[in-house]
C-alpha cells in the first residue's frame, strides 16, 4: 500500500480503495468499546523495516528458533512436501523477505523439484522485493508474487493452474489471533485446498513467560516503535493528529491461557482528528493493538483435526520452543 503525501478530503475517501478501506477500518476500531486496530496494517515500509529489526533483536527468540529447524531439517521437510515428486504449487502466506522459505527454495531448485513458488503478502513492498530479487539470487525460480489478503490470493492461485498446493504459513502467525479464531482460520485454509493438499504451519509453544514477555518488550525499544509506527501511518495516510509521546507501549503475557497481547495507553485526556472524525481519548484508555498467542503441542493437534488435517510431521528446535508441522488435507 502506497504512502499518501497529500491531505485526502472526504470525497477522496469515499471512494472505493484501499486507502478507504484503511480508513473504515480504523475508524470502525478506534470508534469500539474497548478502542483497538487492526493489526495487517502494521505493515508498510516502516513497518516491515521494523519488523526486520524485531526478528533481529535479541530477545525476540521465535526468528532464531524457526531459522533453526529450517536450517537443520530443510532435506526433511522438502522431502516431505515433494511426496511423490508430483508438480506442486508452493504458496507462502505472508511471505516477508523469505528468509526461512528460501532454504526450502534453495533445496527444492538444486533436487530439481517440479513447483512454482506464489508468496502472498498484504505489503505491496514485500511483494515487489520479493519478485525482483529471488530470481536473481536463486536462478530458475518461477515466481508469481501475489499482493493482497490471504484468502482472496488463495483463490486467485488456484486460478492459476490446478497442481497441488503446499500453503506455508510460517513464524506462528497463526498466533496473530485469538484460539477460537486460528481454529477458523486454519478451516477456511483447508477449505481453499483438496485432499493431498498440505499446509506447512510455524507455531510458537508454550515455554517460561518471562521468555515470552521479554520478545515483546525489547530492551532496544523495537516493539514499542513497531506499535507506535501504524499511528504515525494513520497520520500520514488518514491525515490525522495523533501525538505519538502522549501514547505508551504496554505487553503482557497470561501463561494460563497463552496469550501475548500488546496495548498503547493513553497518558492524558486527549482528542485525536482523522479527517473529520474525531476521536476522545480518556487517560490510561487503551488501544488493544495485537495479541501474539502461544500453545501446547496437544492444542496444536486438536487445531488441526477440527479443520479436517491430519497431522503428518512436526519439527521441532533444538529448545523446543517453536514446532514447525505438516498437516494434509483430508
Known sequence: MKNMDTTLTNAELSKPSKTNQFYDDVITGLSATP???NSKYFYDANGDKLFQDLMNCEEYYPTNCELEIFAEK?????????????A??????????????????????????????????ISSNVISYLNI?????????QITGLNGEYFDMLTQAASISNKRKVVMFLGSNI?????NDAERFCLEVRNHLSAGDMLLIGIDLKKNPKTVLAA????????????????????RELNADFDLSQFEHYPTYDPETGACKSYLISLIDQKVNINSKTINFLKDEYIFMEIS????????EQMAEKASFKAVNAFYDSKKWFL??????E
Not at 514447525?324 to 488435507?329: G, K, L, N, R, T
Open 293 to 300: 498467542q502461544k500453545f501446547t503441542v496437544s492444542q496444536t
Open 175 to 179: 498466533g496473530n489471533m485469538p484460539v
Open 88 to 121: 506442486f504449487d508452493l504458496i507462502e502466506l505472508g511471505a516477508g523477505d523469505a528468509t526461512k522459505s528460501s532454504y526450502l527454495l534453495k533445496y527444492l531448485l538444486e533436487h530439481e523439484a517440479n513447483f512454482t513458488y506464489l508468496p502472498i503478502d
Open 35 to 37: 478502542k483497538y486496530l
Open 324 to 329: 514447525d508441522a505438516i498437516w494434509q488435507a
Open 216 to 235: 515483546y518488550n525489547d530492551k532496544e525499544g523495537i516493539t514499542k516503535r513497531f506499535n507506535l509506527n501504524l499511528l504515525e501511518r494513520i497520520n
Open 133 to 141: 530479487t529471488l530470481p536473481v539470487t536463486l536462478p530458475g525460480l
Open 74 to 86: 530443510t532435506a526433511d521437510i522438502c522431502n516431505a512436501i515433494i511426496g511423490d515428486g508430483d
